[in-house]
């Protein structure tokens, strides 16, 4: 199975900020790699999809980048919905998997 | 609007056996592969088993091998998860998602609690 390994674990930071959150892959896996954010209490939602497409309705302050291996997804103005945790997860071989998570926290 | 809502989620004792199903709306059921996927505090998300459009292929974890089986009634638009010989470490929150066509995991149930202890 690929691995997926997110960095950092966690964050703070303040409404305002831009954030990144990278996300590695064990493995190549093209560009079938795709974002999610959780609210807590709440089911994950797709933010973006093909490693830089965004999900129907997901605000265009949140963008992603990479191929291969490494990928990052960035929030270029943090706003008061975004504190949650997101997720990287690759679609490029089965089983996907998905990496251990990013809390991002108010600082 | 795409809706998916589990049922059948609760406490169960290890060795014993709980159905959940999935019932989805707002979209042509029959189109789309689907999963379940579950969250627990020491695994993560996982996803636990695949099903195609018309149900001819299945997948699943090598973990539930054996003792999960997806399947799907499309006349019902419905999922569903048979989950045998439960073990403590099944518990979890099952969700059902949809696949998009991009392979993505696009739409997400509310999710159902299973509680695997005696």
């Known amino acids: 199975d690929i691995q997926m390994t997110q960095f950092p674990s966690s964050l703070s930071a303040s409404v305002g900020d831009s954030v990144t959150i990278t996300c590695r892959a064990s493995?190549?896996?093209?560009?079938?790699l795709n974002w999610y954010q959780q609210r807590p209490g709440r089911a994950p939602n797709l933010l973006i999809y093909y490693a830089f497409n965004l999900h129907s309705g997901v605000p265009s302050r949140f963008s992603g980048s990479g191929s291969g291996t490494d990928f990052t997804l960035t929030i270029s103005s943090l706003q008061p919905e975004d504190f949650a945790t997101y997720y990287c997860q690759q679609s490029n071989s089965r089983p996907p998997t998905f990496g251990q998570g990013t809390r991002v926290e108010v600082k | 609007e795409v809706q998916l809502v589990e049922s059948g989620g609760g406490l169960v004792q290890p060795g014993g056996s709980l159905r959940l199903s999935c019932e989805a709306s707002g979209f042509t059921f029959s189109s789309h592969w689907m999963n379940w996927v579950r969250q627990s505090p020491e695994k993560g998300l996982e996803r636990v088993a695949t099903?195609?459009?018309?149900?001819?292929?299945?997948s699943c974890i090598d973990s539930v091998q054996g003792r999960f089986s997806i399947s799907r009634d499309n006349a019902k638009n419905s999922l569903y998860l048979q989950m045998n010989s439960l073990r403590v470490e099944d518990t979890a929150v099952y969700y059902c998602?949809?696949?998009?066509?991009?392979?993505?995991?696009?739409?997400w149930g509310q999710g159902a609690l299973v509680t695997v202890s005696s």
């Open positions: 998602v949809r696949v998009s066509d991009n392979w993505a995991f696009d739409y």
């Open positions: 099903i195609r459009q018309d149900g001819g292929e299945k």
């Open positions: 493995q190549a896996v093209g560009t079938y």
